[in-house]
């Protein structure tokens, strides 16, 4: 979890690969009209927010019915929308990958073929409810390679793998 441009993408990947765990990306949850009020620089409110949430969880419960571990990316920004995958069932965890504001301005500026617009990462980190407090929250700062931060992931949640090692 993590505001835009955190690398939720490229770390949940090195993250499903190390676990050999599915993974699925929040973003293509979002229905058309939330890509489209985004790529035109508006920011999500919790309405627009609440289906997208409801589509993930559900798929959450689904795999955990079926035994099937998953790593699953979202942004994630509040506590009641974690709250909501939270419900998805017992085991639920989140990293948050977060870092230097700037740091992520200059990723997200250095971005092709997204649809997010740098003007919408004020609106992210102004939305963003510090999950510091939350037991089941491990904060991991993105200022190394992706394979490092991976590795900083895996080691907070006490889990193991290979394949970001």
């Known amino acids: 979890m993590g ?20 993974y699925a990306e929040g973003d293509s949850y979002h229905p058309p009209a939330n ?3 985004m790529r035109q620089g508006g920011a999500l409110d919790d309405a627009d927010r609440a289906p997208w949430l409801e589509a993930i969880a559900a798929d959450m419960r689904r795999w955990q019915a079926e ?3 998953a790593v699953v ?12 995958l939270r419900g998805a069932g017992p085991g639920v965890r989140f990293a948050w ?16 073929g997204h649809y997010m617009p740098v003007t919408l990462l ?12 939350e037991p089941d ?11 490092e931060v ?16």
């Open 73 to 84: 990316t979202c942004s994630a920004l509040k506590r009641s929308y974690r709250d909501v």
């Open 97 to 112: 990958l977060t870092g230097d504001p700037a740091v992520i301005r200059r990723r997200m500026e250095g971005r092709q």
């Open 137 to 147: 929250v491990v904060a991991v700062d993105v200022a190394g390679t992706p394979r």
């Open 35 to 37: 890509v489209e009020k």
């Open 3 to 22: 505001v835009t441009s955190v690398g939720k993408t490229t770390v949940g990947l090195l993250l499903a690969e190390a676990l050999e765990a599915h």
């Open 122 to 133: 004020p609106s992210q980190l102004a939305t963003l409810e510090s999950p510091a407090d």
């Open 67 to 69: 035994g099937r571990s």
């Open 150 to 165: 991976a590795q900083a992931v895996l080691r907070a949640l006490g889990a193991s793998g290979n394949a970001a090692s």
